[in-house]
């Protein structure tokens, strides 16, 4: 299995940036697909996630009306889009992929089986 995550870089405070994480080795639409991101010094952290069919989502209170999670079954690939960014936002963002997953746990990196290597996110203020 492998989680390849594209799309980081550098943005001003205000703006937006669109991740994407392509998988492969896996039956994608049987895992539930995640965004976690970890800043300098900091623990790793929930960011969003998605269902199998891509009908449930989730995201932390910190991103909700900025962030939003999608997915596309064909190609294999989860997205973040990310609006209004902030100098918090500031970590290396990863995507993470979990077959079986109780709605209790979605929120914790242990709950996933299968992570990208991180892109970096970079907000200037």
């Known amino acids: 299995v492998q989680l390849q995550a594209s799309g980081g870089g550098l943005v001003q405070a205000g703006g937006s940036l669109r991740l994407s994480c392509a998988a492969s080795?896996?039956?994608?639409?049987?895992?539930?697909l995640g965004w976690f991101r970890q800043a300098p010094g900091k623990e790793r952290e929930f960011v969003a996630s998605?269902?199998?069919?891509?009908?449930?989502?989730y995201s932390a209170d910190f991103v909700k009306g900025r962030f939003t999670i999608s997915r596309d079954n064909v190609k294999n690939t989860v997205y973040l889009q990310m609006n209004s960014l902030k100098a918090d936002d500031t970590a290396v963002y990863y995507c993470?992929?979990?077959?079986?997953?109780?709605?209790?746990?979605?929120?914790?990196?242990?709950?996933?089986?299968?992570w990208g290597q991180g892109t970096l996110v970079t907000v200037s203020s």
């Open positions: 993470a992929a979990g077959e079986r997953i109780i709605l209790s746990s979605i929120q914790l990196a242990r709950a996933y089986d299968y």
């Open positions: 080795g896996l039956t994608f639409r049987r895992y539930t």
């Open positions: 998605t269902r199998g069919n891509g009908g449930s989502t």
